[in-house]
């Protein structure tokens, strides 16, 4: 484990995308780095010690083979994995056109017809801008916050690029380090689509991906990501482009799409036994069954999509609200999920 660090934790109790409330734990949480885990690399499961002015004990995508009990109680503590997913990954070490020999023929030739129906679009050519350094990220910030501010992801979601002050001085320290790269497309006069990544330990961090909602015919978001696949097999520098968390195999997302390797992880909990801890985890449990037996029962009757769109609303609503009020940061999905 290469980093551990003390931190507020939030179990989220939600009902679909909404969430109820939430339920906070003092935590070390141990940042793990993926670049020394090799496929089907599996971490060892014994109860740690926990810090004992701490309430646990989080790992985050720690590397597991198969699947884990969701649940275990030991005399010293709890052990929690509510989030067993694939973590995907796209391996630099190559040429990018190397990377594009793994897509079938078909796959490829659509990928073109995007890249090339954006540049008809834009005059002839994309306009990609590339950005390191902490003035050309202050130049970022401003032009992707225009688009983000305007994606459902912002507006409905609470997802969107993080407008308060902590996150752009971080941004700058990760930039004065070389730890971060950002990518915009032009189009028009002005920016469609951005994407954001920090730089840890050798692996380059999908975190941010917006665009706006009237261009989606022209499939931007796919475009900027391919595109941004190309400038760092290019600069040779990385070992890893770091989807974070994924979903279950199979389930034909573009993270699984463009990854070339993946591991499967679980979001890991260690907490004191104790009556309260046992309570949260089970209720945690419990609430995250309801929510997605509703969302069966939904999906059943024909109602999921309708109501999925009036829970948007009205937390799009609440969020346009918030964020005329004051700023606001994402919290680390570390800390978001479960």
Not at 2 to 10: M, T
Not at 166 to 179: I, N, V, Y
Request: charged share 25%; glycine share 8%.
């Amino acid at each position: 484990m290469s980093e551990a660090v003390p931190q507020r934790v939030y179990f989220n109790f939600r009902l679909g995308e909404w969430t109820v409330f939430e339920s906070v734990r003092n935590m070390q949480i141990h940042k793990l780095d993926h670049t020394d885990y090799s496929e089907g690399t599996a971490m060892d499961f014994d109860p740690p010690d926990i810090p004992a002015d701490l309430d646990g004990l989080f790992i985050p995508s720690m590397p597991i083979q198969g699947s884990l009990p969701r649940l275990r109680v030991g005399r010293r503590s709890i052990r929690y994995a509510p989030e067993q997913f694939d973590r995907y990954f796209v391996e630099l070490s190559g040429t990018f056109d190397d990377y594009l020999t793994r897509f079938s023929r078909k796959s490829r030739s659509t990928l073109r017809r995007k890249i090339r129906k954006l540049a008809t679009k834009s005059g002839g050519r994309i306009d990609l801008r590339e950005y390191k350094t902490p003035e050309q990220m202050k130049e970022f910030y401003v032009l992707a916050r225009r688009v983000s501010a305007r994606t459902y992801q912002e507006t409905m979601l609470d997802m969107g690029l993080p407008a308060g002050e902590g996150f752009q001085q971080r941004m700058l320290a990760a930039a004065e380090k070389d730890e971060v790269r950002a990518y915009l497309i032009v189009s028009e006069g002005g920016p469609i689509a951005y994407l954001y990544c920090p730089v840890w330990n050798g692996a380059v961090l999908y975190q941010y991906l917006g665009y706006l909602q009237e261009f989606s015919d022209l499939s931007p978001g796919t475009v900027l990501l391919l595109l941004a696949l190309e400038r760092l097999h290019e600069e040779r520098k990385f070992k890893l482009f770091d989807f974070t968390e994924g979903g279950q195999a199979g389930a034909g997302g573009h993270k699984e799409f463009f990854a070339t390797t993946s591991r499967r992880c679980a979001n890991v909990y260690y907490l004191h036994t104790s009556p309260g801890n046992l309570l949260l985890v089970v209720s945690h449990a419990a609430a995250n069954w309801f929510s997605s037996a509703v969302g069966r029962v939904l999906t059943a009757v024909g109602m999921k999509a309708r109501m999925k769109k009036i829970m948007r609303a009205s937390r799009g609503r609440l969020n346009r609200r918030r964020i005329d009020e004051e700023p606001f940061e994402r919290r680390p999905e570390s800390t978001r999920r479960g």
